[in-house]
């Protein structure tokens, strides 16, 4: 809240300054104030339209928004305008193309990734749960093998993710991000205890949710 303040003064005292905008629109977003910073990034982007990172930033939102067409547009500019290819924006554009149900695209995005940054264990778990989708089990089960050699703590930042949304009275968003974790990865046989247990905590408290595995997002 106070990062939005001071940003707002900064917007205040020129409105013509492109990272005003941004900076109050990162704020939005970190506050779940999704419609507040797609405005503010189109803001920013009105005036710099060749800013790359709020591309990305506005790709994230829209993407969160369900409005995927949009956020695969906003990734792809964001690419454009990069330096070079920036691994999260290009499994964030995976990401949109496999919610428009262009899986053989999103694939080639996630090989872009990984080509990259070989050890990205998101860019391994995105993959692995789109190669499922695509009915390639064995290929899944490698990816999601490789998430797990890469990053042995890949489900914490998650399971935290989940205690949150139970301490808001969540359950849906809770049990899906549990049953996503269980179903997708080979966890060790402690941690997949723990995480039955407080899977079955929230059975029953939950309403219908269609969160996928991999909506679930750093």
Wanted: hydrophobic fraction near 40%.
């Amino acid at each position: 809240a106070d990062a939005v303040v001071c940003a707002s003064r900064a917007v205040a005292a020129c409105r013509t300054y492109h990272n005003a905008f941004f900076v109050r629109a990162e704020a939005y977003r970190l506050l779940g104030k999704l419609a507040a910073a797609v405005d503010d990034l189109g803001f920013c982007l009105a005036i710099e339209s060749s800013h790359a990172r709020a591309h990305h930033c506005r790709g994230l939102c829209l993407l969160e928004m369900g409005r995927h067409s949009q956020a695969a547009t906003h990734f792809s500019l964001a690419i454009k305008n990069q330096a070079s290819p920036d691994v999260p924006t290009l499994i964030s554009l995976g990401r949109a193309y496999q919610e428009l149900g262009w899986g053989e695209a999103a694939m080639v995005e996630y090989d872009k990734a990984l080509r990259i940054e070989p050890s990205s264990a998101y860019a391994y778990f995105c993959r692995g749960h789109c190669r499922r989708c695509l009915g390639d089990a064995e290929g899944g089960r490698a990816d999601f093998a490789a998430v797990m050699r890469f990053d042995p703590a890949f489900h914490v930042p998650y399971v935290e993710r989940a205690s949150l949304a139970e301490q808001r009275g969540e359950w849906a968003r809770a049990e899906d991000i549990y049953n996503a974790l269980l179903e997708h990865l080979p966890l060790s046989g402690e941690d997949e205890a723990y995480l039955r247990s407080r899977q079955q905590q929230t059975k029953g408290l939950r309403s219908p949710s269609k969160i996928k595995a991999h909506q679930m997002h750093a």
